[in-house]
C-alpha cells in the first residue's frame, strides 16, 4: 500500500507569505503527527492529531502556526506571515495504534522562506 | 525534560566493517525507544522500535538494544556496506500520555567507504 504522502516537496516562499502544506497519511491510521526538521534544531515536535479528540499543540513555535485534520484523513499545516526562520523541512508521520506506536513518515516539504 | 544524545555526529568506516552508534535519553520513563534512517533529502525510515519491556530488536544485519535503567541504546550494523550511508537517528516515546511524540536525538551521519 502507499505510504504517507506529502505535497509540495518544495516550497519557496517570500517573508511575510501564507503557505499551507499537505499531509496524506497511511489509509487507516487514526494518528498523525507534524514535526520540523531545521539546521542546529533537529527534528521537533509540532503537532498531534487523534480521531475526533483536541489536537495536541503544545510543540507549535507561535500561533502564526496552525493545522487541521479533516475527515480524519487529510491534514494542512499553515503557517501565516512565514519568517525566514521558519525555513526547515516539515515532516508529516502516521501510525495505526492511537498510543503512537511505530511511527511512519512522509517524504517531507521542503520549506525556503526568502 | 527529556533530552536525547547521539554520539559520535558523525562516523567514517570501510566496508564491512561492524559498527555501533550510540544513543542516550536523560529520563528512563520510556513508552519504547526507535531507530530511523534519513537518506539525504528523504523523510525518515523506521529500521527498529524496541518497547520498553524489551531489550534488543534485530532486523537483518541491524540489531538495537536497549538498557531503559542507564538511559542507553546501541544501533549494532554487522558487515556494513556502502548503502548503509545515511543519518541514523534514535527517538524516544515519553511513557506517559497517549500522543505517543518522538523526542529525537541529533543523529549520527554514517559514512561507508568502498
Known amino acids: 500500500g502507499a505510504g504517507v504522502s506529502q505535497s509540495p516537496s518544495n516550497k519557496v516562499t517570500e517573508k511575510g507569505k501564507d503557505v499551507e502544506l499537505r499531509c496524506d497519511p497511511i489509509?487507516?491510521?487514526?494518528?498523525l503527527y507534524w514535526y520540523r526538521q531545521s539546521l542546529g534544531q533537529g527534528l521537533e515536535f509540532l503537532i498531534y492529531?487523534?480521531?475526533?479528540?483536541?489536537?495536541?499543540k503544545s510543540g507549535l513555535p507561535s500561533d502564526r502556526f496552525s493545522a487541521e485534520r479533516t475527515g480524519g484523513s487529510v491534514s494542512t499545516l499553515t503557517i501565516q506571515r512565514t519568517q525566514q526562520e521558519d525555513s526547515a523541512v516539515y515532516l508529516c508521520?502516521?501510525?495505526?495504534?492511537?498510543?503512537?506506536?511505530?511511527?511512519?513518515f512522509g517524504p517531507g516539504t521542503r520549506l525556503t522562506v526568502l | 525534560k527529556q533530552e536525547v544524545t547521539q554520539i559520535p555526529a558523525a562516523l567514517s568506516v570501510p566496508e564491512g566493517e561492524n559498527l555501533v552508534l550510540n544513543c542516550s535519553f536523560t529520563?528512563?520513563?520510556?513508552?519504547?525507544l526507535q531507530w530511523f534512517r534519513q537518506d539525504p533529502g528523504k523523510g525518515l525510515t523506521s529500521l527498529l522500535l524496541?518497547?520498553?519491556?524489551?531489550r534488543e530488536q534485530t532486523s537483518g544485519r541491524l540489531n538495537a538494544s536497549l538498557d531503559k535503567s542507564s538511559g542507553r541504546s546501541t544501533l549494532y550494523i554487522a558487515a556494513s556496506q556502502p548503502g548503509d550511508s545515511a543519518t541514523y537517528l534514535c527517538a524516544v516515546r515519553r511513557g506517559s500520555g497517549n500522543t505517543g511524540k518522538l523526542i529525537f536525538g541529533q543523529g549520527t551521519t554514517l559514512q561507508v567507504k568502498p
Open positions: 529520563d528512563s520513563a520510556i513508552y519504547n
Open positions: 489509509s487507516g491510521h487514526t494518528a
Open positions: 508521520a502516521s501510525c495505526r495504534d492511537p498510543k503512537g506506536n511505530e511511527q511512519f
Open positions: 524496541i518497547q520498553s519491556s524489551q
Open positions: 492529531f487523534q480521531g475526533n479528540s483536541a489536537p495536541d
